[in-house]
């Protein structure tokens, strides 16, 4: 198999992880393959030269980006040189719809093979974008078992390759001694998980550290990240409460039930069979754009796997905590309830499937190049 330049982009922890996991993969298959692009440490250790940090562009929410417009663009420019300069054989997106539509428009226009695994989520606004992701991609390789259906009625052929998060799970190895490493005494634990990004866990944290005082029996405990400045969990610290830093995995195999900001973190805290609120909260510009164009029933990916709702979804104006509370009291001492939450888990699994969805897609890129 001959030597391949490509270039791939990720622009989050979560795309970042299942970018390392594909470049492992392919590396695999081919040694020879010479990456580059946009990413975090995940692909770095993949062995991506990465010429930008995805956390020097990183931005949620309508107002934030329109705030953070000049940036982007700024980032968006030199990305778009140094592909030119580094002349690759294809791009590889992942995810990140906003600036890797932008990137596949670029390398349409210049002859460049564009493969977008985990594509934008054109099925929950303007759904319109699926003609424009039609035209600027080659490959699509999805990881919803809904989308290959959705991409149809638009006359598109994608491949549904699996749920790269069920390989990663699959991987995972509880640590023997996560109680004592962590220095937390034998309580319930109640798995508090803010999000990722700065803008996520600011917004988020409050409400989740005031419920915190509603349920003195349990200990909850923070999943942190050591990508953000450890500044940003004070507010839990001072509470008290106790943040665990890149240990998500470890902490939701531990815990009885968990509150979730919406994102892959729902999804993940599913197929570890925790019973969870998912909430979210973001500026009111932002909330009420994103009213006007979402046209999906629910918001967690956990509930639009199943069709239905799983789990109870606490946005924006519900996201308070006398809602946080008697949700979490319901899925504490209802065992109904949690019984109903784990039957939705076991469908949710179901529609999955088995697939591993790295290997899967590897081997379709590479085979595009025979």
Known sequence: ???????????????DLHASNLVLAMNQLNPDIAWRGMGGKYSQEAGVDIFVDYSEVALMGFLEVVLGFRKVLKYLNLVKSDILNSKPDAIVLIDYGGFNMKIAAFAKEHSIPVHYYIPPKVWAWNQKRAYKLKEFTDHIYSILPFEPEFFE???????YVGNPLLDEIKKFQAHDFFYQKNELSFQPI???LPGSRKQEVVSMLEKMVQLTKEFPGARFVIAGVDSLDDSIYSPAKNAGLKVVYNQTYDLLSHAVAAVVTSGTATLETALFRVPQIVVYETSPVTY???KRL??????SLVNLIAGKEVVKELIQDEFSVDNLKSELHQILTNPVYKGQMLQGYDLIQERLGEESASENTAK???ASFD
């Open 288 to 290: 009420f754009f994103a």
């Open 1 to 15: 198999m001959k030597s391949q330049k490509i270039y791939i982009i990720s622009g989050e922890r979560s795309g």
């Open 294 to 299: 979402v046209k999906i029933d629910f918001i």
């Open 190 to 192: 109640i798995a508090l």
């Open 153 to 159: 009625k638009f006359g598109m052929n994608v491949n």
């Open 364 to 366: 379709l890129i590479l």
